[in-house]
């Protein structure tokens, strides 16, 4: 049985999701642990707000359609019910962790790519998830560097 009871798997819906996926549901499914699956999508007025006199709505709307669309084939491959799919607006780190807290997580799952020089310094997202993180954390190794 998983020592685990809320488990959120963060996706950024690349290529990379599945395997982060079925290693979180490798962990949930041995017991009866819940499995939510969270994309944050960062508005497109963080990058550009103030500098580009320009209304994002449509484009932002459009991101939102497609992230939704496939939340829901990733979801519907792996039995992840609509409850437990959730799409937010906003910086990833802070999100997650929100979503983490209201969900009261035991565990998060993300993904981590081997990083070299300039990358590594700037930091990733999985280390900004692991930082303030109030529960375990697994970080799954990804991409060709793995
Ligand atoms: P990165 O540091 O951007 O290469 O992302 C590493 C991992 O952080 C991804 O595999 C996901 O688990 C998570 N992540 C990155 N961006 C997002 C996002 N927009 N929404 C949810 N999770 C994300």
Do not use: W
């Not at 979180?24 to 960062?42: F, K, Q, R, T, W």
């Not at 697994?138 to 793995?146: P, Y």
């Amino acid at each position: 049985m998983s020592q685990y009871k809320n488990i959120l798997v963060a996706i950024d819906l690349s290529e990379d999701t599945t395997p982060i996926l079925r290693r979180g549901l490798a962990i949930a499914h041995p017991g009866n642990a819940e499995l939510h699956l969270i994309h944050v999508i960062e508005p497109l007025s963080f990058a550009y707000g103030g500098d580009i006199p320009m209304d994002f709505s449509g484009i932002q709307e459009e991101i939102h359609q497609q992230a939704s669309q496939q939340m829901l084939r990733l979801a519907n491959a792996h039995n992840v019910d609509a409850q437990h799919q959730h799409i937010v607006l906003g910086k990833p780190e802070v999100e997650i962790h929100t979503k983490a807290e209201e969900l009261e997580a035991d565990l998060i799952v993300v993904g981590s790519h081997g990083r070299h020089g300039l990358a590594l310094l700037m930091g990733s997202t999985a280390n900004g998830v692991l930082h303030g993180a109030s529960c375990d954390m697994l970080a799954v190794r990804v991409g060709q560097d793995k």
